[in-house]
């Protein structure tokens, strides 16, 4: 496992499909630690959050408190695929994981999500060596009109490429994903949209690549992608400035 992983864990309205980053997951020293974002001011954290409906998680009543355990939490490692499903070893092969694979891993590639409910795991935005780095997949490519042969067309041509939609209708900052000849697959994920979209127009240009395609299951786990970006060559105050997401990161 490795020293140091941080995933987010998003809550989304059903009925504005807004999403929320409402706590973070580490595992750190041998230790996990969960914590909700209570102390940022930022929007789409807690405080939005709880303002549009969010009820805290049963097992972490506590708003403030850094929860801690030696092992998963509980309400989180039910999230994962049981080792002892006859079909596991197929489920980490589709994950692209290994067999020395960590909870944390198995959590960030499954996004721990089950069924509809209203919580996922996300990889957080993190500045490594001068780069803005994540990793995410694709949302909304079950709403494209995409050739049936699109997973042999992305499986052979890798160049993708973002493009701003401020007129978009329900988010201004919505970024959309394109193939390098002009396929539109779908959308950054909406918590990371605000960040990306802020590099975008800062004339940014991020460098993008397909880290797999899986077409078999839900549409979510279709296609992920690997995205790093340098930063624009601005103070600390003026950076956070862009969009509050930055915050988390420098």
């Known amino acids: 496992m490795e020293k140091h992983k941080s995933l987010w864990l998003v809550w989304q309205n059903v009925d504005t499909r807004l999403f929320y980053h409402v706590a973070t997951l580490s595992f750190f020293d041998s230790q996990y630690t969960?914590?909700?974002?209570?102390?940022?001011?930022?929007?789409?954290?807690?405080?939005?959050a709880l303002k549009n409906g969010y009820l805290p998680h049963p097992m972490f009543p506590d708003l403030e408190k850094e929860y801690k355990s030696k092992d998963l939490f509980g309400a989180f490692k039910r999230r994962l695929p049981s080792e002892i499903r006859a079909d596991f070893p197929m489920i980490l092969n589709d994950l692209h994981l290994t067999k020395d694979y960590s909870e944390m891993d198995l959590l960030e590639r499954t996004r721990g999500k089950l069924g509809s409910d209203q919580y996922s795991f996300e990889k957080p935005l993190k500045v490594v060596n001068g780069l803005l780095k994540t990793s995410f997949y694709i949302n909304g490519m079950a709403y494209q009109n995409l050739p049936e042969n699109w997973p042999d067309i992305l499986?052979?041509?890798?160049?993708?490429?973002?493009?701003?939609?401020?007129?978009?209708?329900?988010?201004?900052?919505?970024?959309a994903i394109y193939t390098d000849f002009g396929i539109k697959l779908g959308?950054?994920?909406?918590?990371?949209?605000?960040g990306i979209a802020a590099l975008l127009n800062n004339q940014m240009i991020p460098d993008l690549k397909i880290n797999?395609?899986?077409e078999v299951g839900s549409s979510s786990w279709w296609v992920n992608i690997e995205f790093e970006c340098?930063?624009?060559?601005?103070?600390?105050?003026e950076l956070t400035g862009l969009d509050p997401i930055f915050e988390q990161v420098i």
């Open 212 to 214: 797999f395609v899986n």
């Open 34 to 48: 969960f914590q909700y974002t209570h102390q940022s001011e930022g929007p789409q954290k807690l405080k939005d």
């Open 187 to 194: 959308y950054v994920p909406r918590f990371y949209a605000s």
């Open 230 to 237: 340098e930063l624009p060559p601005l103070n600390k105050d």
């Open 155 to 175: 499986k052979t041509n890798k160049k993708i490429k973002l493009q701003l939609e401020p007129d978009n209708p329900v988010d201004e900052n919505a970024v």
